[in-house]
C-alpha cells in the first residue's frame, strides 16, 4: 500500500465495466470482439472454463487467423502432444501460446490429464499488422519454467524485470495471481499499458468495490496502479494490461484482422488448409491428438 504524503490526495483507478458473461455448458464468455474487447484491445476475446476433464475430449476442430489464443490452467491439467514441443503435462500457470497469424486449425492438440476437473482461461490477443498474417507460433509450456514474482505468474510481457519466455508482441502484459485471505497486492501497469482488466477464477477481490468469483472488470484508462486484497478465502485471478490496439477490428468467426482484406487473406489461407487437414483425418492414427494444422 501506497502512503500519501501531507497534502496529497490519492485517486483509486475505478472499475467502468463488470460483468459475468454468458455460459454454455462448462465455457463462460465474458467477452468478445464485438463487445467488450473493443475496450482493451489488444485483448479481444476472453473464455473461463470450469467442469469435468471429460468436456475437453468434445473440443471440436476449429480455425482462426489474425490472432494469437492463450489458454492457462487455474485447476486441475491437462496433456498436450505437439511434433515440436513433444509430450508434457500443463498444470496451474502453465501455458499454451499459438499465434494463428495468417491461418490455423487447432482443438484437439490437448487432452485430459490426470485431474478429474479442470479450470482455466482462453485469451485472444489481437496482432498488429505484421503479424496478423504471419506464420504460425506454437509453445507449450509446463508451470516449472514459467516465472514468479511474488504472487504472480508472468504469463505474458515483462513484469518487474522478468520477462515471460513466451514470443508475444511487446505492449502487453497478462499475469496469474494467486492471493492468500487477507492478502494485499498493488499492480503498476508499464508506461503506455492504458488498458486494465482482470477476472476472478475463485475466491473474492476488494479493488476496492468488490469482484466477486467469476467476474471479469475492466478498469477506466489511465495509467495509475491499482491496490487489490483478497477477501475471505485464497483468491485466483488473471490481470492484463497493454498499450491500446490502435487499429480497427474486422472480424470473422474466429478471426480478428486491423482491415477487410488481412481478413480476407486470412479465410483463403483457412479454407486451404482445411482440404489438407480433411486428407489428414482420413488415414487410419494411432492416438486422438491432432496436431495444430498450419
Same mark, same amino acid.
Given at each position: 500500500?501506497?502512503?500519501?504524503?501531507?497534502?496529497?490526495?490519492?485517486?483509486?483507478?475505478?472499475?467502468?465495466?463488470?460483468?459475468?458473461?454468458?455460459?454454455?455448458?462448462?465455457?463462460?464468455?465474458?467477452?468478445?470482439?464485438?463487445?467488450?474487447?473493443?475496450?482493451?484491445?489488444?485483448?479481444?476475446?476472453?473464455?473461463?472454463?470450469?467442469?469435468?476433464?471429460?468436456?475437453?475430449?468434445?473440443?471440436?476442430?476449429?480455425?482462426?487467423?489474425?490472432?494469437?489464443?492463450?489458454?492457462?490452467?487455474?485447476?486441475?491439467?491437462?496433456?498436450?502432444?505437439?511434433?515440436?514441443?513433444?509430450?508434457?503435462?500443463?498444470?496451474? %500457470? %502453465? $501455458?499454451?501460446?499459438?499465434?494463428?497469424?495468417?491461418?490455423?486449425?487447432?482443438?484437439?492438440?490437448?487432452?485430459?490429464?490426470?485431474?478429474?476437473?479442470?479450470?482455466?482461461?482462453?485469451?485472444?490477443?489481437?496482432?498488429?499488422?505484421?503479424?496478423?498474417?504471419?506464420?504460425?507460433?506454437?509453445?507449450?509450456?509446463?508451470?516449472? $519454467?514459467?516465472?514468479?514474482?511474488?504472487?504472480?505468474?508472468?504469463?505474458?510481457?515483462?513484469?518487474?524485470? $522478468?520477462?515471460?519466455?513466451?514470443?508475444?508482441?511487446?505492449?502487453?502484459?497478462?499475469?496469474?495471481?494467486?492471493?492468500?485471505?487477507?492478502?494485499?497486492?498493488?499492480?503498476?501497469?508499464?508506461?503506455?499499458?492504458?488498458?486494465?482488466?482482470?477476472?476472478?477464477?475463485?475466491?473474492?477481490?476488494?479493488?476496492?468495490?468488490? $469482484?466477486?468469483? %467469476?467476474?471479469?472488470?475492466?478498469?477506466?484508462?489511465?495509467?495509475?496502479?491499482?491496490?487489490?486484497?483478497?477477501?475471505?478465502?485464497?483468491?485466483?485471478?488473471?490481470?492484463?494490461?497493454?498499450?491500446?490496439?490502435?487499429?480497427?477490428?474486422?472480424?470473422?468467426?474466429?478471426?480478428?484482422?486491423?482491415?477487410?482484406?488481412?481478413?480476407?487473406? %486470412?479465410?483463403?489461407?483457412?479454407?486451404?488448409?482445411?482440404?489438407?487437414?480433411?486428407?489428414?483425418?482420413?488415414?487410419?492414427?494411432?492416438?486422438?491428438?491432432?496436431?495444430?494444422?498450419?
Amino acid at each position: 500500500m501506497h502512503t500519501a504524503a501531507l497534502g496529497e490526495t490519492i485517486t483509486q483507478r475505478q472499475i467502468s465495466y463488470r460483468t459475468k458473461g454468458r455460459g454454455h455448458g462448462p465455457i463462460v464468455r465474458l467477452m468478445g470482439p464485438s463487445d467488450l474487447g473493443h475496450l482493451i484491445k489488444p485483448f479481444v476475446f476472453l473464455d473461463l472454463f470450469e467442469g469435468e476433464s471429460s468436456f475437453i475430449g468434445g473440443m471440436q476442430l476449429h480455425p482462426h487467423s489474425g490472432i494469437a489464443t492463450v489458454t492457462i490452467i487455474t485447476e486441475g491439467n491437462l496433456r498436450f502432444e505437439d511434433a515440436d514441443s513433444g509430450k508434457g503435462v500443463i498444470d496451474y %500457470g %502453465g $501455458v499454451e501460446w499459438m499465434r494463428a497469424g495468417g491461418g490455423v486449425w487447432h482443438g484437439k492438440e490437448m487432452s485430459v490429464g490426470t485431474s478429474k476437473r479442470i479450470q482455466g482461461f482462453q485469451l485472444w490477443v489481437a496482432l498488429p499488422p505484421e503479424l496478423e498474417n504471419a506464420s504460425v507460433d506454437s509453445q507449450y509450456l509446463e508451470s516449472n $519454467v514459467m516465472p514468479e514474482v511474488g504472487p504472480a505468474r508472468v504469463i505474458l510481457g515483462m513484469h518487474q524485470g $522478468v520477462q515471460s519466455p513466451v514470443r508475444a508482441p511487446a505492449g502487453m502484459n497478462y499475469l496469474l495471481v494467486t492471493l492468500k485471505p487477507g492478502e494485499a497486492w498493488t499492480y503498476t501497469p508499464p508506461k503506455g499499458h492504458e488498458s486494465l482488466w482482470l477476472c476472478v477464477s475463485r475466491g473474492s477481490l476488494t479493488a476496492p468495490q468488490s $469482484v466477486t468469483e %467469476g467476474e471479469m472488470v475492466i478498469f477506466e484508462p489511465g495509467s495509475s496502479a491499482v491496490t487489490l486484497s483478497a477477501e475471505q478465502k485464497d483468491t485466483f485471478f488473471v490481470i492484463g494490461s497493454a498499450t491500446p490496439h490502435p487499429y480497427n477490428l474486422a472480424l470473422g468467426n474466429y478471426s480478428v484482422h486491423t482491415n477487410p482484406a488481412a481478413m480476407q487473406a %486470412g479465410e483463403a489461407k483457412i479454407a486451404e488448409i482445411s482440404v489438407r487437414l480433411r486428407e489428414y483425418l482420413q488415414k487410419p492414427k494411432q492416438t486422438t491428438f491432432v496436431p495444430v494444422f498450419k
